[in-house]
């Protein structure tokens, strides 16, 4: 089937298209969980099917299984993570790649223009068009959204710990950014070198995106980066404790301003060597420690991605 084989059936909605559905097990377990998969699943069509993975290793094979049996579109369902990790999987294939936003904050959906209702979504995908999108990575690690140092991975560790005892809510998720702030302790030391110059900071936070939708809602520059299919690297700064509880305000109420706040940053590589051997590095919602120095380049590979009706329409006259 042909690119534009793709495009035409999506459009028309067509009901045989082979659809697998890749989801989190635990979705399975949670019955107000798997009542969106089932609702999209029928939207989808007869021919649509939900494997559940586990996370982790296991992503690879789930998604290779579905494409094994026949399927010409792949959907995430879940939040940034999930689709973060058959991203993973879906770097490079043929077949496209769509995703019904089932987490917690689905930056990366929303950032594609989908509707957080699952009916609305699939019909959405249905009646979408694949496009191929530049995706960033991070000594070998895909992420969609943003990857980071400092503060954003500790507060990440903080909402873990908030999320075990009182449950997977937005507001308990800006509670551990105020958690986190009132607990650092210092700024990280770091050299920064891209294919530009080579720099050497100390900051509680760099934060490398690949969305301009995430840098728009907070009044961050850098889009244009984005859209040059390039990295947008905000380095922070701050100087002492009552620094950092003004950035965090800021932050806040969405009014960090550039050479104030933060350095910009834009480049298609970049590496970040840090004091410490061992950081612990956040990638679209998850975090690891990871050996320094911290590569960063755009994948030589692309993902072929579903985009809404109007949002597909636009890019398709765009490379026109």
């Known amino acids: 089937m042909t690119r534009a084989d793709l495009q035409t059936s999506f459009a028309a909605g067509r009901r045989d298209l082979r659809v697998s559905i890749?989801?989190?097990?635990?979705?399975?377990?949670?019955?107000?969980?798997?009542?969106?998969?089932?609702?999209?699943?029928?939207?989808f069509g007869s021919n649509a099917r939900i494997y559940f993975w586990k996370p982790g290793a296991e992503i690879a094979q789930t998604v290779q299984q579905a494409l094994e049996d026949g399927a010409e579109l792949v959907v995430a369902a879940g939040g940034d993570g999930t689709c973060m990790a058959v991203a993973q999987a879906m770097l490079g294939q043929p077949v496209p790649m769509a995703v019904l936003p089932l987490g917690t904050f689905n930056f990366y959906a929303r950032g594609l223009g989908l509707s957080?209702?699952?009916?609305?979504?699939?019909?959405?995908?249905?009646?979408?068009?694949?496009?191929?999108?530049?995706v960033g990575s991070v000594n070998g690690q895909v992420f969609l959204n943003n990857a980071s140092l400092g503060i954003y991975p500790q507060i990440l560790r903080a909402r873990e710990a908030i999320y075990r005892r009182w449950g997977r809510h937005r507001i308990v998720a800006y509670?551990?950014?105020?958690?986190?702030?009132?607990?650092?302790?210092?700024?990280?030391?770091?050299?920064?070198?891209?294919e530009h110059h080579v720099a050497y900071h100390k900051t509680p936070l760099i934060f490398?995106?690949?969305s301009a939708y995430q840098l728009d809602r907070f009044n961050l520059n850098g889009a244009e980066a984005i859209?040059?299919?390039?990295?947008?690297?905000?380095?922070?700064?701050?100087?002492?404790?009552?620094g950092l509880f003004r950035l965090a305000w800021r932050m806040v109420t969405r009014t960090m301003a550039q050479d104030r706040d933060?350095?910009?940053?834009?480049?298609?590589?970049?590496?970040?060597?840090?004091?410490?051997?061992?950081?612990?590095?956040?990638?679209?919602?998850?975090?690891?420690?990871?050996?320094?120095?911290?590569?960063?380049?755009?994948?030589?590979?692309?993902?072929?991605?579903?985009l809404p009706p109007q949002d597909g329409a636009q890019l398709q006259e765009a490379a026109e």
């Open 22 to 43: 890749i989801a989190n097990p635990k979705s399975g377990q949670n019955s107000r969980a798997r009542e969106p998969l089932e609702t999209a699943k029928d939207v």
């Open 116 to 134: 957080e209702d699952p009916t609305e979504t699939a019909q959405q995908i249905l009646d979408g068009h694949a496009h191929d999108i530049s």
């Open 175 to 194: 509670w551990s950014v105020i958690r986190t702030f009132l607990r650092f302790q210092r700024p990280m030391s770091a050299k920064i070198t891209t």
């Open 208 to 210: 490398v995106a690949r």
């Open 227 to 242: 859209e040059q299919d390039k990295f947008a690297v905000l380095i922070a700064r701050s100087k002492g404790r009552m």
């Open 262 to 306: 933060y350095d910009l940053v834009t480049c298609r590589e970049i590496t970040i060597e840090t004091k410490r051997k061992r950081a612990l590095l956040a990638y679209d919602g998850e975090k690891q420690r990871s050996l320094s120095p911290f590569k960063f380049h755009m994948s030589k590979k692309s993902l072929k991605i579903i």
